[in-house]
């Protein structure tokens, strides 16, 4: 269960700076370091709450995008989870990825008319 961030208890710091930051990066790469896979974790080593945006006062997270009037909800989700992953795994601010890009070259896609997000993994 995701819990809600509350913005008047979480101090943010800039991500990747300051003495805390290596610790909080630590927090949120223990599973990925001590399991090779997602289902090698215990569930009794889960937490009941976890929120990639107030980990030790670092955001995990990028910030949301519009998709506009476009029919690819499932384009701008995808290249947000990338992101988001990579800035979990490398402990870095990541370049922002092209949703436009999967629309417009994935020729296994349909565009801003909808289509099938697992062909963007293929892509």
């Known amino acids: ?8 208890s979480t101090t943010e710091t800039k991500f990747g ?10 927090e949120a790469q223990k599973f990925m370091n ?6 090698s974790i215990p569930d009794s080593e889960l937490p009941d709450n976890h929120d990639w ?14 998709q506009g009037h476009c029919g690819s909800c499932y384009t701008v989700s995808f290249t947000q989870i990338a ?8 402990g870095q601010e990541m370049p922002k990825l092209s949703a436009q890009y999967l629309m417009t070259c994935n020729y296994m896609n349909e565009g801003c008319d909808g289509g099938w997000p ?3 993994g293929f892509m």
């Open 1 to 8: 269960m995701l819990a809600q961030a509350d913005s008047t």
């Open 17 to 26: 700076e300051g003495a805390n930051f290596k610790a909080a990066l630590d």
């Open 34 to 39: 001590k399991y090779s896979d997602a289902e």
């Open 53 to 66: 945006r107030a980990i030790g006062g670092y955001n995990f997270m990028n910030e949301h995008r519009d």
């Open 83 to 90: 992101e988001n992953r990579m800035k979990i795994k490398y």
């Open 118 to 120: 697992f062909f963007h």
